[in-house]
C-alpha cells in the first residue's frame, strides 16, 4: 500500500508540475466559461429560472467537447512518457504490482480531471449573486450534475490510460483516446435518430449524453453507476494485460 501512495503522488505531482497540464486546464476553464456565458444569454433570453441556468451548463455540448479534448491531453502522458523517457523500466522492477502501478495512474488523473472542475462550482455563486430572479438551488441536480460528470469522465480517462499503455508516442495515444471518447460520446445520440429498437434500448443504457441530462436533473440510476464502475473496471483490467504484455516483450 506504501508503494501504491508514493505512485499516486508522484503522478499527481507530474501533472501540477507540467507546462501541458496548465494549458489545458486553462483551455478547459475558457471553455467552460464560454459555455456559462452562452447558457445564460440562453437562458435569460427565454426567461428561465437561474436554477435551470446552472443546472444546464453542466451538460452543454461545450462543456462535453471540452471534456473530450482535454482527456486525450491530460492522459497521453500516462504511460507514453514512461516508455519513451525509459523511466518504465525501473517503474516495472520496482516492489509494487502492475496492478498498483495502473491504478495510481488512473486516481492519479483522476483526481487532476476532480480539480480542473473545482473552479466551475463559482457559476452557482456567479449566477446567485447577479440573478433578477430568486434563486433557487436544487442541490440534487447539482450533486447530480458532479457525478453524472464525475462517472464519464472516469470511463474516458480509463480509456485514455489504456491507449497509453499501448504506444510510446504520446500523440498517438492522445489520437487514439479521442477517437474512442468521440465515439462513445456521439453514439449517445443513437436512441434519438436510430429506428431499430434494439440499438435504441442498447444505447440508452449505455449512453453518456443520456446518463448526463438525467444526472443533470438530479436523476442517477444506479443501473447507470453499475455500467460505469463495470465498464471502469473491465478497461483498467485490460490495462493490466497491456502492460503485463509489454514488460516481457
Not at 440534487?140 to 497509453?164: H, K
Amino acid at each position: 500500500m506504501n508503494g501504491f501512495w508514493t505512485l499516486w503522488k508522484r503522478e499527481v505531482g507530474s501533472y501540477f508540475l507540467s507546462p501541458i497540464a496548465y494549458i489545458t486546464t486553462v483551455f478547459f476553464l475558457v471553455v467552460m466559461g464560454f459555455s456559462f456565458w452562452f447558457m445564460v444569454n440562453l437562458k435569460l433570453i427565454s426567461g428561465a429560472m437561474a436554477h435551470e441556468i446552472t443546472r444546464d451548463i453542466y451538460a452543454s455540448f461545450f462543456t462535453w467537447i471540452a471534456v473530450l479534448i482535454v482527456i486525450p491531453v491530460i492522459t497521453m502522458r500516462c504511460f507514453s512518457e514512461e516508455h519513451k523517457s525509459g523511466t518504465i523500466e525501473a517503474l516495472m522492477t520496482a516492489p509494487v504490482t502492475d496492478l498498483s502501478v495502473v491504478l495510481a495512474k488512473y486516481l492519479g488523473t483522476l483526481f487532476f480531471y476532480v480539480v480542473m472542475w473545482m473552479p466551475t462550482a463559482s457559476y452557482i455563486f456567479i449566477v446567485n449573486q447577479f440573478s433578477t430572479t430568486p434563486f433557487q438551488l436544487d442541490p440534487g441536480a447539482l450533486t447530480g450534475s458532479y457525478v453524472g460528470g464525475l462517472m464519464v469522465g472516469g470511463l474516458f480517462i480509463a480509456f485514455g490510460i489504456l491507449c497509453s499503455s499501448m504506444t510510446s508516442n504520446q500523440i498517438a495515444s492522445a489520437i487514439m483516446t479521442f477517437a474512442i471518447v468521440t465515439v462513445l460520446f456521439f453514439s449517445g445520440f443513437l436512441p434519438y435518430i436510430s429506428d431499430s429498437n434494439l440499438i435504441r434500448e442498447i444505447t440508452t443504457h449505455t449512453s453518456s449524453v443520456m446518463h448526463m441530462l438525467d444526472a443533470s436533473r438530479g436523476i442517477i440510476d444506479s443501473r447507470s453507476i453499475v455500467f460505469y464502475l463495470s465498464s471502469i473496471t473491465l478497461v483498467l483490467f485490460a490495462t493490466v494485460k497491456v502492460v503485463e504484455a509489454r514488460k516481457w516483450k
